[in-house]
């Protein structure tokens, strides 16, 4: 005799789904590319639109600021590194604080662990980066830029990322059924969040004395070391790194315990 | 509600069931009825670990199957086969599994050359067959189905049906919300009656589905009582009780009680009844119905322009009903109304489920099939 309600939990469960899990990765992909000539192109279109659109108006203003770089392209290559770790992070964040309101019909009719779902989405997003991640070092390429073999750090850094996103993305999603609100604090968050990162600006440019409200951001962690391995030829910093998966871990747990607290009362709610 | 501590503002609580306590043994199939709101579907997520209870504890052996709604999980972009593979995923099964089901599937769903096509193409009918097999691909040990049978024609009715009654003989436990007095009867054994989160009767689907039917025509003033027959059957008498049946019986040619009766031979049904206070009108009304609670026919005195104008309290009525029985072999019974009007939901006095049985026997006329009889004249040239 098992109670039900013991079956919907536990990691062991999650791993019998690892079809669905894959299988659902899959399917998004095609469900974004059926019906559309360009197909997968689009997953790359609008982030090098974006860089380009940045390379172009900031360009003048920020060359000189990128030490230590030797390419006129410096600054292209500089905001490729670090949309390459921005990206992610907010794809992830955004689909994930709606993610059980979207899903609100399936859960309410289906018993399937729901753990599965921010794993669709971490699944679906390293995806989509390792797309961005090959475009990107084309890019490198045709710019000249050879990036040293600090760059075989990247993996580890991306997992840190996405481990990251993935646990601040579960914690506000599991609030935002309860409390609305959050889903657009997030969105208003994110938009900060971009300023507030050295994404398009270096961190040189903030005035000495303010620097450590950057220095606060655990973004600024992740895309430091994104650019210490791609652009600057350096290793990462490992404070930083284990600052940001201790981070993520903390954040991870809290969510699954969030998780399973609201068990009831979601389902109540949705 | 408090939240981790956090007290967050909760929408009025309510308890949407409380006291449900039941039992289902492997290979057995319970229905559960109910009006909107009688918390039958809460149960049923309840059952399917959906939702758990806030109080109580549910305890089940196996793997449990949920149909709460066909197509769930189905996107229209994709193929037959690539929902497939989606939506078994979505039941925890892997790719080898759900190929090793595929034939299954394909022969159930009947879709051909549509099954690699997107099922936004396909008709409902298509969907549902689709829907219906995936659900069903693998053999749960406790099936349960939400009123997804109500929908479809009646081959895929009658498929689905078939698949349940293949998965029972195997001791599939199977749960099923209706109000089909039809699928009820042939598929479940036993039926379970919610009423605003209470369970109010376990019985037989005939002595439930009576009683809800009772329910739901209930109104203000009225009462419900349920009497035990020798057969075990039970016997719903609904209504406010102004006037009542005092005998009832089926009479043959010979004014003798009829309680088997030859096809084709003309009885006669008395009905004596007593309004017990003044009333603006008084009707009667009679339905035959067979085993399975379908009526072969049914009219009252208001049809006829018969209605029994303010009767007084005390005064009496005794009907006489004459008929020839057209029917075929088997047993029937006899349903009695007494009412304002046309319809016992303008004013029901008392409603009689089960007042009178009988058995209709094959004596003098060739043989025949089917439940009614139609003396046909025959005749063949060469």
């Given amino acids: ?270 | 509600m408090r939240w981790f501590g956090l007290p967050i503002p909760a929408p009025d609580e309510r308890w949407v069931l409380s006291d449900i306590s039941f039992r289902v043994d492997p290979g057995e199939a319970i229905g559960i009825a109910g009006r909107n709101g009688a918390g039958k579907s809460t149960l049923l997520k309840m059952i399917a670990g959906i939702t758990r209870p806030s109080a109580g504890r549910i305890a089940l052996s196996g793997r449990v199957a949920a149909i709460l709604e066909l197509g769930m999980g189905f996107s229209g972009e994709l193929t037959g086969r690539q929902n497939t593979f989606h939506a078994a995923g979505m039941m925890g099964f892997n790719q080898s599994e759900i190929e090793g089901a595929l034939e299954d599937i394909t022969g159930f769903a009947e879709l051909g050359a549509f099954f690699d096509q997107p099922i936004r193409t396909y008709s409902s009918g298509m969907q549902m067959r689709l829907a219906f097999a995936v659900a069903t691909a693998f053999r749960p040990d406790i099936l349960i189905v939400d009123e997804a049978l109500a929908v479809g024609d009646a081959y895929f009715q009658h498929k689905s049906m078939e698949r349940i009654r293949r998965f029972q003989a195997k001791g599939t436990s199977l749960i099923l919300v209706s109000h089909d007095k039809v699928a009820l009867q042939s598929l479940c054994t036993r039926a379970i009656l919610l009423d605003n989160g209470q369970m109010v009767r376990d019985g037989t689907p005939e002595a439930v589905l009576d009683y809800y039917n009772a329910l739901i025509a209930q109104k203000k003033g009225e009462t419900i009582t349920t009497e035990t027959l020798e057969d075990g059957r039970m016997r719903t008498i609904s209504g406010t009780r102004q006037a009542v049946i005092e005998h009832a019986a089926l009479e043959d040619a010979a004014s003798k009680p009829a309680d088997t009766v030859a096809v084709g031979a003309t009885v006669t049904l008395v009905v004596k009844a007593r309004a017990v206070e003044a009333l603006p009108s008084l009707v009667l009304g009679y339905a035959i119905k067979d085993r399975l609670g379908q009526t072969f026919f049914g009219t009252n005195t208001a049809f006829s322009g018969q209605v029994i104008e303010a009767p007084q309290a005390g005064d009496t009525a005794t009907f006489r009903i004459t008929f020839p029985v057209m029917l075929g072999p088997g047993t029937y019974s006899i349903a009695l109304a007494l009412s304002a009007g046309e319809s016992h939901l303008d004013a029901n006095y008392e409603w009689r489920d089960l007042a009178l049985m009988f058995d209709v026997v094959n004596l003098d006329k060739p043989a025949f099939d089917g439940k009614m009889f139609m003396p046909p004249v025959i005749t063949v040239e060469r």
């Avoid at chain 1, 979207?102 to 995806?127: C, E, H, M």
């Fill in chain 1, 1 to 270: 005799m098992i109670p039900a309600m013991r079956q919907s939990f536990g990691l062991r469960r999650t791993w019998a789904y690892r079809y669905f899990v894959l299988s659902s990765i899959a399917t998004e992909l095609r469900l974004r590319v059926v019906g559309s000539r360009l197909g997968l192109v689009w997953l790359v279109v609008s982030p090098l639109l974006q860089v380009a659109m940045y390379a172009l108006v900031l360009s003048t203003v920020m060359r000189s600021r990128l030490p230590g770089v030797d390419n006129r392209f410096a600054y292209a290559i500089y905001l490729l590194a670090g949309f390459l770790a921005w990206y992610p992070f907010t794809e992830i964040v955004t689909r994930c604080v709606t993610l059980f309101l979207d899903n609100a019909n399936a859960l309410k009719k289906i018993a399937f662990p729901r753990t599965v779902l921010p794993l669709i989405v971490l699944g679906s997003a390293a995806f989509n980066n390792c797309v961005m991640i090959a475009v990107t070092a084309a890019a490198f390429l045709l710019m000249g830029h050879v990036p040293s073999w600090q760059a075989l750090w990247l993996p580890v850094l991306l997992l840190a990322n996405l481990a990251l996103a993935g646990g601040f993305g579960l914690c506000c999603g599991v609030l935002n059924v309860f409390i609305r609100d959050v889903g657009q604090l997030v969105q208003i968050g994110l938009q900060f969040g971009f300023w507030l990162t050295p994404i398009v600006y270096v961190i040189d440019i903030i005035p000495a004395s303010y620097r450590w409200v950057i220095g606060l951001n655990p973004m600024f962690w992740v895309l430091d070391n994104y650019h210490r391995v791609l652009v600057y030829d350096q290793p990462p910093d490992f404070g930083k790194l284990a600052a940001v998966v201790a981070l993520a871990l903390v954040l991870l747990l809290l969510g699954r315990f969030m998780l399973r607290q609201s068990q009831a009362e979601m389902m109540d709610t949705l």
